[in-house]
Each structure stands twice: as structure tokens, then as C-alpha cells.
């Protein structure tokens, strides 16, 4: 059954009658990881893989909301110390909070909401669920006052506050801003972006999803934040942004091995990112694909963010001949991200599960990249 059936179905045998139907996306990342809570530039697109929701004010100060996939049902009032026990609903919860604290207005209602993002796989199934509720909410009781920038706050905010992972800003502000086949540099120190057409003719773009959950809640992403929060303290700079290799080196003995190889990823991820978004547009896909290789050398060896499974897809793409390969997103699990030539690709694939589950006992799952738009009013 499609998505939004199942989902005004059961709005409809839950609470009667039908709300309002909201959806935000899932992201990939092209490069740029690790790069947003340093201050650097990201380029990531909104995916055609969805969190979709029905919502309707229900005249209380109660939230009523049942989630389809987890077949749990939450509720809670809007005050700090109702916070709901149930993770899924914590996000919610927090998105809530996160706009009453800004001001805004938020009333009880009655939802519904299902997705088709992949959970654990790195494509940022929670920065979907933030930014649907974030979107709807600020168009059902703010007359869409918030401005989407914060309406990314308000999703990261919810991360940092009520989830407990110190994320950076690019997932949410990937959601928001999705916009049909587009990619999107972000400078996450200015906040100023531009939109880049995706037309990679003759590639495709295809995420081999390893099965290895990615869950960032207390994971030792965090940490790989706080030491590059160490390394800029020791700089005397507010973020990695600021730094070069030869200001690196010049600390290098004042810190330790790990905070000095996590900050090098950093330094040589922030260039990596300008490179692939000149190669795209001058259609030098050698280019992006070799920093995409070295990407997923930098988060492997120096950032250690990947796990055996990674990187044997990573070695599969290599042999295979795929232009680029590299983990995507936080890591620690989840999905590589490919370009591959399209006469390639069947080879690709099929080596790819067949090596994979040689090894592993199952196949890694494959998910071609549809570049869509961002969080958004599905129906009235
Ligand atoms: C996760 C985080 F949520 C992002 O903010 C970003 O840091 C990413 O990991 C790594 O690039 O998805």
C-alpha cells in the first residue's frame, strides 16, 4: 500500500475523520562529513525516501501520536517535565519544546506518521521526523513564521537537547531544504548556501547499505566532536574551519595522537568539499570519485568512523572499477555512497552481494539515490 493510504487509513480508525499530510526527506551526503558542527561546508540532497505524517489540532493541550512503522502510541502534554519515555517520541516531543522555547505557539493534536527511510542506515531517518513536525507545526498554529533555517535548529536543538547526539546542522538543514534533483553546498559557518543542479550524466548514484545499525545516541560520535572542539580550543579558534595543516602541526606535540588525526580528517575534508563542487560543474567525475575514495580512507584510518563491513564495500567498489566510494554520513554503520558508470552498475551490484554475502551471510541492501525535495505540505 502506498505510503500516504496506510497512513489517512489509519488516522482515520485511530482518531475519525483526516488532518493535514506533511512529509520531509531523508539525505545523502556527497562530501563533507564531520565538516558542519567544525564550522565547514557540507553537500548533501534531500533523497525520495520520506517520513509522512497526518496531523489535525485536537482543542487539548495533548499530543496524541502513533507511529505506524514502531506500532507504538505516545502521549504527553507540552510542559518540560511531560517528555515522553519512548525514543521515536522524544523527537517529537522535543521539536514541540524546541518551539515554545522560541516562542512559538504549539497546541495539542493528533497524528499519524510512517516512512520509508531506511532506520540505522545512515540517511537521516530522525532529521526527517524533526523537520515533517517542525514544518507542520510551524504551518498549523505559527502561519509559517519560523523561517526555515530555524525550523533546522529547532531539528537540531531536538538532537542535542531531548536525544542526546551533538549533531552538526547538515541533516536537518538537508530536509528542510531539499530541492528536486539539487545538491546543496552549505558553508555551515555563514549559513549561506547555493543550490548545485545534480545532472551526472551517464553515473548513477547508489547507496550499499551494510545492515550494521548506525545510532549515534550516545556513540563515540560525540566524541569525535569533542575532540575536534579540543584541538580548535588549543588553536585559540572558535571552530576546525580555522585551521590549517601547518597550524596543526604546530600543536601537535601539546596534543594527543587521536585529537591530532581527527582534526587532519577535518582539515583535508573542509578542501575536499570546495574540489568535488568545482569538478561537478566542470562534469570531472574522475575528480569527485578519487575524493570520494579519500574521504573514506580519512574517515576509516584517521576519523575511525567505519567498521570492517564499510570498508570491505568500499574494497569491492575499488576493484570494481566504481569511480567513487565512501561511508556516508555520521558512520559507525549504515550505508557507502557510490558513483558508479551506468555500464558498470549491474556488475557492480552483483559482486557486490555476492562478496558481501559470502562473507557476512546476507546481501547489503541497494538503494539508487533519487534527489528530491525537502519537507513540504503533501495535502490539505
Ligand atoms: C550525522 C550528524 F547528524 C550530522 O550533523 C553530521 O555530522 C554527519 O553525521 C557527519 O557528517 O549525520
Same mark, same amino acid.
Given at each position: 500500500m502506498e505510503l500516504k493510504e496506510k497512513i489517512t487509513g489509519t488516522f482515520e480508525s485511530r482518531?475519525?475523520? +483526516?488532518? /493535514?499530510?506533511?512529509?520531509?526527506?531523508? @539525505?545523502? =551526503?556527497?562530501?563533507?562529513? +564531520? /565538516?558542519?558542527? =567544525?564550522?565547514?561546508?557540507?553537500?548533501?540532497?534531500?533523497?525520495?525516501?520520506?517520513?509522512?505524517a497526518e496531523i489535525r489540532a485536537n482543542g487539548t493541550d495533548k499530543v496524541r501520536v502513533y507511529s505506524i512503522d514502531i506500532d507504538d502510541y505516545a502521549e504527553f502534554g507540552l510542559n518540560e517535565d511531560d517528555a515522553p519515555k519512548a525514543s521515536w517520541?522524544?523527537?517529537?516531543?522535543? &521539536?514541540?519544546?524546541?518551539i515554545l522555547k522560541r516562542g512559538g505557539k504549539v497546541e495539542g493534536f493528533d497524528a499519524v506518521f510512517a516512512g520509508n527511510v531506511p532506520l540505522g542506515a545512515g540517511l537521516s531517518s530522525s532529521a526527517a521526523l524533526e523537520s515533517c513536525f517542525a514544518f507542520a507545526l510551524n504551518d498549523m498554529f505559527n502561519g509559517n513564521a519560523i523561517d526555515?533555517? *530555524?525550523?533546522? @535548529?529547532?531539528?537540531?536543538?531536538t538532537e542535542h537537547n531531548y536525544c542526546g547526539v551533538n549533531c552538526g546542522i547538515m541533516d536537518q538543514f538537508a530536509s528542510v531544504f531539499g530541492k528536486k534533483n539539487h545538491l546543496m553546498r552549505l558553508d555551515c559557518r555563514s549559513m549561506e548556501?547555493?543550490?548545485?543542479p545534480f545532472e551526472a550524466e551517464g553515473y548513477t548514484l547508489v547507496l550499499l547499505d551494510s545492515v550494521v545499525? +548506525?545510532? #549515534?545516541?550516545?556513540?563515540?560520535? =560525540?566524541? @569525535?566532536?569533542?575532540?575536534?572542539?579540543?584541538v580548535a580550543k588549543r588553536l585559540n579558534i572558535e571552530t576546525l574551519r580555522d585551521a590549517d595543516k601547518a597550524m596543526l602541526e604546530s600543536v601537535k606535540s601539546d596534543i594527543t595522537a587521536e585529537d591530532?588525526? @581527527?582534526?587532519?580528517? &577535518?582539515? *583535508?575534508?573542509?578542501?575536499?568539499?570546495? !574540489?568535488?563542487?568545482d569538478a561537478l560543474v566542470k562534469g570531472d567525475f574522475d575528480t569527485v570519485?578519487?575524493?570520494?575514495?579519500? !574521504? +573514506?580512507?580519512? #574517515?576509516?584510518k584517521d576519523y575511525e568512523v567505519s567498521c570492517e563491513e564499510l570498508d570491505y564495500l568500499n574494497d569491492i567498489a575499488r576493484e570494481c572499477g566504481v569511480t567513487g566510494s565512501r561511508i556516508?554520513?555520521?558512520?559507525?554503520?549504515?550505508? !557507502?555512497?557510490? #558513483? &558508479?558508470? =551506468?555500464?558498470?552498475?549491474?556488475?557492480?551490484?552483483? /559482486?557486490?552481494?555476492?562478496?558481501?554475502?559470502?562473507?557476512?551471510g546476507h546481501e547489503p541492501k541497494v538503494y539508487e539515490v533519487i534527489i528530491s525535495d525537502g519537507a513540504r505540505k503533501v495535502e490539505e
Open positions: 482518531f475519525g475523520g +483526516h488532518g /493535514t499530510i506533511y512529509a520531509s526527506a531523508g @539525505r545523502i =551526503n556527497l562530501i563533507g562529513e +564531520h /565538516t558542519d558542527y =567544525n564550522g565547514g561546508f557540507v553537500f548533501p540532497g534531500a533523497i525520495d525516501k520520506v517520513i509522512m517520541a522524544r523527537y517529537i516531543f522535543g &521539536v514541540c519544546r524546541e526555515k533555517f *530555524e525550523l533546522a @535548529r529547532i531539528g537540531q536543538s548556501f547555493e543550490y548545485f545499525k +548506525h545510532e #549515534l545516541a550516545d556513540s563515540p560520535y =560525540n566524541k @569525535r566532536r569533542a575532540s575536534c572542539e579540543r591530532y588525526f @581527527r582534526a587532519k580528517f &577535518v582539515i *583535508e575534508e573542509k578542501e575536499r568539499v570546495l !574540489t568535488v563542487c570519485g578519487r575524493c570520494m575514495y579519500e !574521504t +573514506h580512507d580519512g #574517515l576509516s556516508m554520513g555520521g558512520g559507525f554503520g549504515g550505508c !557507502t555512497i557510490n #558513483l &558508479v558508470k =551506468n555500464e558498470l552498475l549491474p556488475g557492480f551490484i552483483a /559482486t557486490a552481494k555476492e562478496k558481501f554475502n559470502a562473507k557476512y
